[in-house]
């Protein structure tokens, strides 16, 4: 038999997508129907998934195959953004789809499971590759592992993996633990924790950006960049899961992964080469080398916040004790801001401040680079420090990257202006960017885990984040501290004053 | 009729062009016009093609791959001329408010002045950017005069499909294959997503492992995928060989009225088939369909996929080879 597809042409076709089964916990839940479905059938759509690929939805509630198919096909109509809907290829998708319902902590569902999984191999001939996607609460994380692994199922004829959605632990030691109750069932190399930021486009546009072009390396470094600015700002509040977000704040919500994975990105090393565990290693250095704070610094270094009442665009907005099912004296930060410094030759002193929030001005994720000024001014005008070179990576919600830079205003006399030089993502390339989880979920399937997050970077993500909650657990905050529809606490406008420095406004 | 053009002249024109549309984009209160280039793109057509639906085809390639474009209108016999015009397409992508714009220069071109072509367009291209040549008219191909215009590109794109004679333009390929040429023929990506489905079907290791079990291959082809047909039966050979499965019957036939290809490989008890429906695609291993979208494949969609490959194709030029090699047989390799 070949061991190699002859077929194959990897100049024009896309990635190859093994035959496999995906398995979702938490099939009923809004993830599914707003999100995995939706990718899954765009997959579909665009040819990418193999014709035994199957999915099978696990949840508590007793459903036929056919009323999950009704429900995910309401989902995939209303939830599809950007896909036309086709009754040919949902038709083909559908006859994929597969329902189990059960309760994760009942031995007797991962028996069903096995049951089902063993008649999709034989009529779909998935070869025994098995994706579980964890979409459920995270108290169920380690349980519906261990249910797996003690039915048997963590291996099989073929591929067995595990996605796992954050948050992955609540501090550094329940991290520890999610971790190895996972790994009593999976291997670290078989579990694939979800970053859905790291699937962004421009995201994964940094490291071609960085390490496809030889002209910004050199100036990649604290001789050159004075600090780095990295903002994700959401303009909406808390939007009804204000009691969710009581437990997990701005803090552990978006800084200890998303935005410190982004920063990992823009200030690892070059990778030896672009395989997932090269890249992986680099990111994890990056992380390991950020300087844990004593409390004295936290106090120094970081800010906490949470939005009060408002009037934005003529209308009324409450504060987050306002909202629904917050305690009216809430100490939950919304905003929270950080200064970060790495601990390497090439960032040593370099600070790199990181804001994340609620309710904030605009909606918007974005690093900004400043570079240092130039040495000798000898244009004689004022405030020309004030314009500094800055290069803005935007992640959303126009991705892109643009360099600002000093230009003479036409005309008589030598007068400095500043201009932008744009590079719009969606503009430039007017392709449709695949969703990030689109593109998350195929490379589980195909086994390419780059953009997934490890377990010694979950950890050292802890580290960095643990000692700022310790301090803010322990201090009781003066709430709310910064007005709905502002950029936040004025205590963080101090923090980077006193660095000499000054939030971008984006 | 004007007989010159002056590429110093044009390019000026262009440097205006863009100041303007920045006034008028800033007088509009907009917040300005961004210039993409990626490319030079020469495109090559007759005066008498649709000149509309060629500015389209153009219009929609610009946003994933900016360009300037240079379209030669070819005015056929007649006394010797040369005129040029510029002007630029410009987008506005969804919810922003900057505007894109990508520069066009037309020329017209007689036969006579043909020649002159390659002197006009060098100074038009793009500095540091590939220049790449798409020619959509057989006629120019056929003539002496497209070697040197050919000569000027990175990589050239022509379309055997139209072309009446398949032992002819696959001959033609073949040459400007030989020349080191990178080449691009729109009949071979037409199959880009046939062939795709079909090496699809063989991931999986159950249909893998009936691959060494086929034993014949039939082909049907429609009017004006002659060449298509070739190429598949080609490339179809080339991996079947490489499989280790060397003993396969293979069989081109016309097809039914309004069938473009179909494909079918036939083994003990393996049968697989790949035929359009509409804008679909069916796939059926064993009796078992599976349906996916496949767009008609537009000029547009074609060129999309070939400007995003400026660099050699090895499975194409094996391809080229084995298709030219059976349509012509007695000109051996």
């Known amino acids: 038999m070949p061991i190699e597809n002859p077929f194959q042409d990897p100049l024009r076709f896309e990635r190859r997508v093994p035959e496999c089964a995906v398995v979702i916990f938490g099939a009923n839940g809004d993830l599914t129907k707003r999100k995995l479905i939706p990718a899954l059938y765009r997959l579909a759509y665009d040819r990418r998934l193999s014709a035994g690929f199957a999915i099978v939805g696990i949840s508590r509630t007793p459903m036929t195959d056919d009323a999950f198919r009704e ?11 950007d896909t036309t809907f086709d009754a040919d290829v949902w038709s083909g998708f559908a006859k994929g789809l597969f329902y189990v319902a059960g309760d994760i902590a009942d031995a007797a569902l991962y028996r069903s499971i096995g049951e089902k999984l063993a008649q999709i191999e034989a009529s779909q001939h998935t070869g025994g590759n098995v994706l579980f996607y964890l979409s459920t609460q995270p108290s169920q994380y380690a349980q519906a592992a261990q249910g797996l692994g003690a039915a048997g199922l963590g291996k099989g004829n073929g591929w067995r993996r595990l996605v796992v959605e954050k948050p992955f632990g609540h501090d550094l030691e329940s991290a520890r633990e999610l971790s190895g109750r996972l790994h009593e069932s999976f291997d670290e190399s078989e579990v694939y924790r979800i970053d859905h930021y790291l699937g962004k486009e421009t995201v994964q546009n940094i490291l071609a950006f960085r390490f496809g072009n030889g002209i910004f390396e050199p100036l990649w470094n604290r001789r050159y960049v004075n600090n780095v600015q990295i903002t994700g700002a959401e303009s909406i509040g808390v939007e009804g899961r204000g009691a969710y977000y009581q437990e997990a704040g701005a803090l552990d919500d978006m800084i200890q992964n998303h935005l410190l994975q982004v920063m990992a990105t823009i200030a690892m090393e070059p990778s030896a080469s672009f395989r997932a565990n090269s890249v992986r290693d680099e990111r994890s250095k990056l992380l390991r080398s950020i300087r844990p704070m004593t409390p004295d610094e936290v106090r120094r270094n970081t800010v906490p916040g949470q939005y009060g009442p408002a009037r934005i665009g003529g209308q009324d907005v409450p504060g987050f004790r306002q909202e629904q099912g917050v305690d009216p004296q809430s100490q939950t930060n919304t905003y929270a801001a950080v200064t970060l410094f790495v601990d390497n030759w090439r960032w040593a002193g370099v600070p ?93 399937i195909i086994g390419d885990a780059t953009l997934y997050t490890r377990q010694d970077m979950v950890e050292a993500s802890w580290s960095v984040v643990e000692p700022i909650q310790n301090v803010w657990r322990e201090t009781k905050s003066d709430f709310p501290n910064y007005e709905s529809g502002t950029w936040g606490p004025a205590a963080s406008d101090e923090m980077l004053a006193r660095h000499g420095h000054a939030w971008r406004k984006p | 009729m004007s007989a010159t053009v002056a590429p110093d002249k044009i390019l000026k024109e262009l440097a205006e062009l863009w100041v303007d549309t920045a006034k008028q984009g800033q007088a509009e209160g907009g917040a300005g016009v961004l210039r993409a280039c990626s490319m030079t793109l020469l495109v090559l057509a007759e005066e008498s093609e649709d000149s509309q639906g060629l500015g389209e ?159 014949e291959v039939k082909l049907e082809r429609g009017e004006g995928f002659e060449v298509s047909a070739l190429y598949m039966a080609a490339w179809l050979t080339d991996c079947l060989t490489d499989a280790g499965v060397p003993d396969v019957s293979f069989g081109v036939d016309p097809a039914p009225e309004g069938v473009s290809i179909r494909v079918q490989l036939a083994g003990d008890g393996f049968a697989l088939e790949l035929a359009r429906r509409e804008d679909r695609m069916v796939v059926t291993v064993n009796g078992v369909s599976q349906c996916t979208s496949l767009s008609q494949p537009t000029d547009y969609l074609l060129m999309r996929e070939e400007l995003g490959i400026v660099r050699r194709d090895p499975v194409f030029e094996r391809a080229l080879t084995g298709a030219a090699a059976l349509a012509l047989p007695s000109e051996g390799k």
């Not at chain 1, 429900?71 to 953004?81: I, P």
């Not at chain 1, 401040?353 to 001005?361: D, E, S």
């Not at chain 1, 919600?397 to 202006?417: A, N, Q, V």
């Not at chain 2, 000569?151 to 294959?177: E, I």
Request: with cysteine.
């Open chain 1, 71 to 81: 429900k995910m096909l309401e989902a995939v109509k209303q939830f599809s953004e």
């Open chain 1, 352 to 444: 790199f401040y990181v804001r994340t929030g609620k309710r904030l001005a605009k909606r918007v994720t974005e690093i900004a680079i400043q570079f240092n000024p130039a040495p000798l001014h000898i244009f004689d005008q004022e405030g020309l420090d004030s314009a500094p070179n800055l290069l803005i990576v935007r992640i959303q919600p126009e991705e892109g990257i643009s360099l600002k830079f000093l230009s003479k205003r036409p005309g008589s006399g030598m007068t400095l202006r500043p201009v932008s030089m744009d590079f719009n993502y969606g503009s430039s390339f007017g392709e449709r960017s695949p969703s990030a989880y689109e593109t998350l979920l195929l490379d589980a």
């Open chain 2, 57 to 215: 085809t153009i219009a929609a390639l610009m946003p994933e791959h900016p360009a300037r474009a240079i379209v030669v209108r070819m005015s056929g016999p007649g006394e010797r001329s040369l005129t040029e015009r510029v002007y630029s397409q410009c987008w506005m992508p969804f919810g922003q408010r900057k505007q894109i714009c990508c520069e066009q220069v037309e020329i017209t071109v007689s036969d006579a002045a043909l020649a002159d072509l390659p002197s006009v367009v060098l100074p038009l291209a793009v500095p540091d950017l590939p220049l790449i040549l798409w020619c959509r008219s057989p006629r120019l191909a056929a003539m002496p005069e497209f070697l040197p215009i050919a000569a000027m590109a990175q990589k050239v794109v022509l379309d055997s499909g139209p072309m009446k004679d398949p032992a002819a333009a696959l001959k033609l390929m073949a040459a400007l294959n030989a020349r080191a040429v990178l080449l691009g023929d729109l009949s071979w990506t037409r199959l880009t997503r046939w062939r795709e489905m079909l090496a699809q079907v063989f991931e999986n290791q159950q249909n893998l492992a009936q691959l060494e079990r086929i034993f």
